[in-house]
């Protein structure tokens, strides 16, 4: 039996952020709805040392930044496969918007952000 996919900050880290810009909630599974907070940038993987942790995702699978425009992007990593809302994400970072769907392998998260348009 495949075990479920779960999401969940760093094992044993203290999250403590002066700054939330942004949050991935996880879709379904034993942590569905859980929320996971984001500075201005965090690594998703199933590696321990990832900012959070996604059991079904490659070890370091997709880093989330927020640019100094305020816009963000999502760069895969070490030739991982990351589907938003359904495309492939192909090349060295994309746009992400609020309420996109990211795909990490068999692992669905919901992307959420502060309004783009506040600065």
Known sequence: MKPETQVGPRSGATAIMN?????VVQQSGRY????YPLGRKAVLGS???CDVVVVDADPRHVELV???DYAWSVCPLEKAVVKLDRERVTGASWP???GACLELNSAQVIFKC???DWH
């Open 96 to 98: 992400i918007r609020d």
């Open 32 to 35: 569905a709805g859980e929320v």
């Open 66 to 68: 927020l640019g100094p």
């Open 19 to 23: 700054e939330v810009y942004g949050w």
């Open 114 to 116: 502060i309004n783009q």
């Open 47 to 49: 590696d321990a040392t």
